[in-house]
Nanobody, 120 residues
Framework: VQLVESGGGLVQAGGSLRLSCAASGSIASIKAVAWSRQVPGKEREQVAVISVSSSTWYADSVTGRFTISRDDVANAVYLQMNNVKPEDTANYSC???????????????WGQGTQVTVAS
């Protein structure tokens, strides 16, 4: 299953944006899907995860502002971004997750992403 991101753009600080992660096939069999973001020259930061049972996890930096959700009928995962800040500016990507030999979730591959720019 391949995932393709969309929905990025320019938004004013304090505004909202919804990112979409569309799957080429069924997402019902994917153990989890994650959203991450990356700024050039910095490491990728994982910001939200949703499991097949819709359990969620958020990075401290976005807790209370971002919401991850999934629609198994539409085969898509969304990231609702509210009260955005200039420091949220980044390229946002999604990836499917699976449990590795270390019994931990690993997310791969990350898509090309969608750029979010927050103006102050």
């Amino acid at each position: 299953v391949q995932l393709v991101e969309s929905g990025g753009g320019l938004v004013q600080a304090g505004g909202s944006l919804r990112l979409s992660c569309a799957a080429s096939g069924s997402i019902a069999s994917i153990k989890a899907v994650a959203w991450s973001r990356q700024v050039p020259g910095k490491e990728r930061e994982q910001v939200a995860v949703i499991s097949v049972s819709s359990s969620t996890w958020y990075a401290d930096s976005v807790t209370g502002r971002f919401t991850i959700s999934r629609d198994d009928v539409a085969n898509a995962v969304y990231l609702q971004m509210n009260n955005v800040k200039p420091e949220d500016t980044a390229n946002y990507s999604c990836a499917p997750g699976d449990v590795g030999s270390d019994h931990r979730l690993h997310f791969d591959p990350w898509g090309q992403g969608t750029q979010v720019t927050v103006a102050s």
